[in-house]
């Protein structure tokens, strides 16, 4: 067997047992996993049939094979980064809103109530009119 073909194995076989092992521990959220997973999967494919690179890479015209792995690996890695961009932001938003939320519940907690007297406005609080 290849080095090659060896290496791109053993890479995968460790990157699906971490996987596993990180999905086991709830250290990872499943749709993260999934997309590693599919990873893993496309290096084990890689690594089993190098041929299948060299003719995309050909169909494509990409002269050297490892350019074009390198390219899509890179595309991978930004579409993720992209992702947890997005999910950051969202999340630190929804931070902001809650720790605005919780300064609102605390100052209406610590603040007196004011001392209020009836309503003359509300009907229930003041004495019963004649001929209601």
Known sequence: MRSSIV???????????????LLRRHRIREKYAVLWFV???GVITLAVF???????????GVEVPANLLFFAASLVLLL??????????RLEEKTRVLAEEVALLRLEISSPAPQRGPDPADP????ERPGA
Not at 51 to 60: K, R, Y
């Open 7 to 21: 290496l791109g194995l053993l890479g995968s076989v460790v990157v699906l047992v971490a996987l596993f092992e």
């Open 50 to 60: 190098p041929s299948l690179l060299t003719g995309v890479a050909e169909l494509i």
């Open 124 to 127: 229930g609080d003041g004495p």
């Open 80 to 89: 993720i980064t992209l992702q947890h961009s997005y999910e950051l932001g």
């Open 39 to 41: 990873v893993a999967l």
